[in-house]
Nanobody
Framework: QVQLVESGGGLVQAGGSLTLSCTASGLPFRIYGMAWFRQAPGKERSFVAAINYSGGMTNYADSVKGRFTISREDAKNTVYLQMDSLKPEDTAVYFC????????????????WGQGTQVNVSS
């Protein structure tokens, strides 16, 4: 029932820009935070950015801070990741996920992952 579909990936040269989209269904999108993760070949999946349910609070990995921007449009059930000044090390499969609060352990959980969209940044 819950589904997230990423799109917008592709090939771009270093220094270029790309915008990813993630459209969700099956959950009340507007009351959940959302996040982007990425996984490069041979690497662990790593956090990229997150946005809270209202869009008023965001946070980013240090490696993308100042270059990437996460945003959301609740009317479209969509979260975006605008990526500027791309570097070859940004090459990865990018995933979106719902962010939920686990009150029993006082931490966030990222669940209901999409299948990902490939981003390739050439030198």
């Amino acid at each position: 029932q819950v589904q997230l579909v990423e799109s917008g990936g592709g090939l771009v040269q270093a220094g270029g820009s790309l915008t990813l989209s993630c459209t969700a269904s099956g959950l009340p999108f507007r009351i959940y935070g959302m996040a982007w993760f990425r996984q490069a070949p041979g690497k662990e999946r790593s956090f990229v950015a997150a946005i809270n349910y209202s869009g008023g609070m965001t946070n980013y990995a240090d490696s993308v801070k100042g270059r990437f921007t996460i945003s959301r449009e609740d009317a479209k059930n969509t979260v975006y990741l605008q990526m500027d000044s791309l570097k070859p090390e940004d090459t990865a499969v990018y995933f979106c996920a719902f962010r939920t609060w686990q009150s029993d352990v006082n931490q966030y959980q990222y669940s209901y992952w999409g299948q990902g969209t490939q981003v390739n940044v050439s030198s």
